[in-house]
């Protein structure tokens, strides 16, 4: 399970770079959808086999099919390649790189510099999640769901042609 | 529910170091920040924040391996209904942009700037 967690954290790594600087959004697309498939392994490996699966089928599954539906419609061709790769010269991956690299950098330190503590290898299962959901944390539940109407209704009276 | 393992029985298997998982989350919210700071695009920025949700995500992975409870799932949970309706509402929104400016270059949506 350890090897399993470290080689999905660098799939996840790579795919993930590489999601946020393709020109073309299709590939952008697919490299994030292998990004959450590795992350989804690191759930597995780390115990927690239910979020592995609702990370595979509500993420990238539902999620990024909807933002698959929403590029078709917006006719990307090789002229918005184009475009795309004229929004990234290269003076503009300087500041970002900089700052997110002193970003990952301290929180390294902090992390890292603290006392080692090792997760426990006992898996939590379905029955834990659902338990706990449905009795901790019922009102997360409540609030979810009126969350997710109010993100349909948004979406529906946003999308209307007007 | 909250099975508590003991210490020893801990540092029998070799389990991940939480710290590592940690550190994981932590590279993958700065690659999400990276590339909310490096796109112009609305799309490329909506999809580096689920990059960025990502790695939040996997750290509460990390804290309920940590103790072995189902909270940190859950929260995972909320985590994924919170993605699908911020995802449901921006899409909507970078469709409503693209059909009255015919671009999504958020340089070029200043509208608001004054």
Redesign the interface.
């Known amino acids: ?2 090897v399993l ?2 080689a999905s ?1 660098a799939v ?2 790579v795919a ?2 590489l ?3 393709r020109t073309q ?1 299709l590939h ?2 697919l490299y ?1 959808v292998l ?2 498939f590795a ?1 989804a392994l ?2 597995l ?4 086999p ?2 592995a699966a ?2 595979v089928i ?2 990238a599954g ?2 990024m099919v ?2 698959l539906f ?2 078709m ?2 006719n990307l061709g090789p002229e918005s390649w184009a ?2 790769r004229h ?2 010269p290269r003076h ?2 300087l ?3 900089i ?3 002193a ?2 950098l301290l ?2 330190f902090a ?2 510099s ?1 006392p ?7 898996s ?1 299962g379905p029955k ?2 659902g ?3 449905f009795s ?2 019922l009102i ?1 539940v409540e609030l ?1 769901s009126v ?2 109407l ?3 209704v ?6 209307a ?1 007007k | 529910m909250t099975a508590q393992v003991t210490s020893a029985a801990v540092s029998m298997t070799a389990a991940v170091p939480t710290s590592h998982v940690l550190a994981v989350a932590a590279i993958l919210i700065a690659i999400g920040t990276f590339g909310v700071l490096l796109r112009r695009n609305l799309i490329f920025m909506l999809m580096a924040l689920e990059v960025a949700l990502n790695g939040a995500a996997l750290a509460f992975i990390g804290a309920a391996a940590r103790w072995g409870t189902a909270d940190g799932q859950v929260f995972v949970l909320f985590i994924m209904v919170m993605a699908a309706a911020e995802v449901a509402v921006g899409l909507a929104l970078i469709l409503q942009i693209y059909r009255r400016a015919s671009t999504l270059d958020a340089d070029v949506l200043d509208t608001l700037q004054g």
Request: charged content about 5%; glycine content about 6%.
């Open positions: 399970m350890t967690f470290y954290a996840a790594t993930s770079l999601a946020v600087t959004a952008a697309l994030l990004a959450l992350v690191c759930f490996s780390l115990g927690a239910f979020l609702l990370e509500v993420y539902a999620i909807l933002i929403v590029m419609m917006l475009r795309e929004l990234l503009a991956w500041v970002p790189a700052m997110a690299s970003l990952v929180t390294l992390v890292l603290a080692q503590q090792a997760t426990q290898a006992a939590v834990a999640v338990v706990a959901l901790t944390y997360g979810a969350l997710l109010v993100g349909l948004g979406a529906y009276y946003l999308g042609k």
